[in-house]
Every structure is written in C-alpha cells, then in structure tokens.
C-alpha cells in the first residue's frame, strides 16, 4: 500500500511571496489533515477535511492561508504571503473514517527567507 | 498551561539500557493515547497506541496511561541505536479527530 506522498519536499521563498504544497492520501482514506510543525514542536493542527469538506479549520490563519480537497482526494495548501514565522514543515496525514490511526507522509520543509 | 507537557530532553542513553519517556495533559476528554516516533527529517509513524487507562506492550515497547493523573508513558526495554530518534505523544478526544501533540522528545542510543 502506498503511503501519503507530499510534494515538493523543500521549499524555499521570499517573505511575502507565495507558495502552495499538495498531498495525496493513501487511497480510500475518506480524512485528511493538515499539521504545521515548527522546528522543535510537536505537529499542530492546520485544518481537517472529511471528504471534500472541512471539518476543522479553526486554528488555520486564514487571512493567509488557504486549503482545498478538490474531489475529497489530493488536497493543496497555500500560503500567500508568506512570513518569517510560516519556516516550518508541513506535514499531511489521513485516516480512514472512524479509526484513530493517522498516517503522515514525508512533509515539506519550508524556510522563509 | 499547554494541553500537553512533554519534556524535550535531548535524553542520551547507553545501548541496552531502559528508556522512560512522559507526558502529562490537562484535559480530561482526552481518551486515546499513542506515541509517534520521528527520524530526522521524516514524517511521524505510529509506535503504539492506547484507550483510556490501562498498559499495552509490543516487543521492547511498553505504553502506560493514568488518567487519574493525567499521565502517560512509554518505557523501551533493551534499547538499540536504531530507537534514536524523537518520540512524540500524542493525544485524542475520539477517533478520527485531530491530535494534540506534545514538543517531542529527542532521544539518542549510543552503541
């Protein structure tokens, strides 16, 4: 079976400039989440979709940043601009309906330049 | 208070020896437990996992939750160079929600 795929692996960008990274679930995994982890934290939570619906996005800033899961499968992520403080990696997990474990792909590391 | 308290180390240990690695929470809806282990520059993968109180043992890993104390732990037993890496507990109100993760924990086995 194959595993969450993530791309570009890095990335890096100006300040203010904008960027988009996208993520492709195992197949049949109906959840998908976005998590943002800076250097030396745990993963935090961007925004889960359920399908092509968004679940939770209460923690995703949403004066720049932005998702989609077009057809409840790939989903991108957008920042746009971007700051200092977006250097992070970004990683995407999915789930199966129901079940507690999540599976993350590789992540994109981001510096913000 | 953070959600999740978890001390980041950096923990050294000798090959061999037996890690102890902790979290504690504050949020008491929390009902499933699970650690994730983190190599450099990978995504995290799931050790092991727990609902509600109770011990649960594969192999060399041991997890352990006191909910009455709001505290978890993953013990491993024997340990091996290729156990270096950060260990990261995670916590859930249900299944298929989002997790609450602590910082981490980087541990390295020295042979």
């Known amino acids: 079976e194959a595993g969450v795929a993530q791309s570009p692996r890095y990335k890096i960008i100006e300040k203010r400039q904008s960027v988009a990274f996208w993520c492709n679930p195992i197949?049949?995994?109906?959840?998908l989440y976005w998590y943002q982890q800076i250097l030396g934290q745990g993963p935090k939570l961007l925004i889960q979709f359920q399908n092509n619906g968004v679940v939770d996005d209460s923690q995703l800033p949403k004066d720049r940043f932005s998702a989609e899961r077009l057809k409840g499968v790939d989903s991108t992520l957008k920042i746009q601009p971007a700051k200092l403080e977006d250097s992070a990696v970004y990683l995407c997990a999915s789930t199966q309906a129901s079940l507690y474990e999540q599976y993350f792909g590789p992540g994109t590391r981001l510096t913000v330049t | 208070q953070k959600e999740v308290e978890q001390d980041p180390g950096p923990l050294s240990v000798p090959e061999g020896a037996i890690v102890s690695l902790n979290c504690t929470y504050s949020n008491s809806a929390f009902q499933y437990f699970m650690w994730y282990r983190q190599y450099s520059r990978k995504g995290p993968e799931l050790l092991m996992y727990t609902y509600s109180s109770g011990n649960k043992e594969d192999g060399r890993f041991t997890a352990q939750v006191d909910k009455s104390s709001k505290y978890i732990s993953l013990f491993i037993r024997d340990s091996q160079p290729s156990d270096s890496a950060t260990y990261l507990c995670a916590m859930s109100y249900s299944g298929n929600t989002p997790l609450v993760f602590g910082k981490g924990t980087r541990l390295s086995v020295i042979a």
């Open positions: 197949s049949g995994h109906a959840t």
